[in-house]
DNA sequence: AGGATCTGACAACAGTTGTAGTCAACCGAG
DNA sequence: CTCGGTTGACTACAACTGTTGTCAGATCCT
């Protein structure tokens, strides 16, 4: 009987909360050690489970990368299109952005590694082709005004490669700079990707 | 009696080439098979080495992956330096300079994707803090004539992301464009960052 | 209380890693 | 021909990996 209670929740609800466990686990790793830190055994101790539960919720080591990797895309995501909703002029709507991403980055610099580096240094996401900048950066070059579809492509791939150097960089500490003119700064990359 | 002659060659001389040959095996793994397949043991078996030699001429894994890098660094350098001597305008610098890189990783794709992707997914090179592009970035924030000394820094580092990203969407395929006009379009990234 | 279910600690497998050591075979100088 | 430097194949070790299995004990329903 799986809807059985036990120790005050049902089974469902405790596998549930072991795979956040696990989930948190491998964004902390992933996000501190890096791909070579991720293995099974680790973020197991790190969620205080055993193997045992791993393999419950994950058939594969891969497939519980893959799924913080795409848990954190999800939550940048979403704070792109709060932050873009409602913006009244492309030049808003560009700060409104890059400032949501900031804070996102800034907040939790586990993140924006996760997000920046993970889909470069880890295998499991390369051989998935499971690379969102890529995604986003389609995205960017859809908005843009100028140019055929060559154009728009090298732009927007220019455009997120200097975006991720300069949040690579400010987030290891190599960039000293204010919050306030790194926001200012990457604004103007992109009002200015757009002026060719 | 370190000097004497053996199979026609002194014992420095086979050392030497040894050595050679570990760091051309070494080029080709890191350059194809990335980081996690640059073992000591692979390395040895595609040099058609044994691991006592390696342990000869490296005293760890680490620092023949260091020495590959710096190895492919120092050709990189000396391949700008030669392209921008002798160049009459700042113009016709940058597409020298821009020229000069697209050969070195067209012809050779390993000493590109080593250049750029190693330093990011190798712990050897992060922890030795080894990442030349930085230099680079310092190098091309020297020549830029606007702007203080942080805002110059902000320009190089964003411009140094957006040509590595271009170059490395370029060497995986997945920006498919002409040579001439990734070479026209970075030129005019190089003097577009200069114009802010 | 009995019996089904769930839990956690652990062992086992075959594989790879970095690093070090051993040993027979070879080769050229004296 | 003998001696010592040189070679390469091989083994050894401890630590790790992903993955699966075992088993004693805790927990709850009836």
Known sequence: MPGRTWAGTTLDDRKALRREQLLAAGLELLGTEGSAGTSV?????????????????????????????????????????????????????????????????????????????????DPALTRRG????????????EQLSHGDETERRLVAVGLVGALSNVFIAYLDGSLKVSRERLVAHCVKLVLGADAH
Do not use: M, W
């Open 41 to 121: 055994r680790a973020v197991c101790r790190r969620a205080k489970l055993t193997e045992r539960y791993f393999y419950e919720s994950f058939t594969d080591r891969e497939e519980l990368v893959a799924a913080v990797y795409e848990h954190v895309g999800e939550q940048a995501r979403q704070a792109l299109v709060d932050a873009v909703r409602d913006a009244p002029s492309p030049a808003l709507r560009a700060e409104n952005a890059v400032r949501a991403f900031v804070e996102l980055i800034v907040d939790d610099p586990r993140k924006g590694r996760i997000l920046l580096l993970a889909p470069l240094t």
């Open 130 to 141: 499971l690379h969102l900048l890529p995604v986003f950066a389609a995205l960017v070059g």
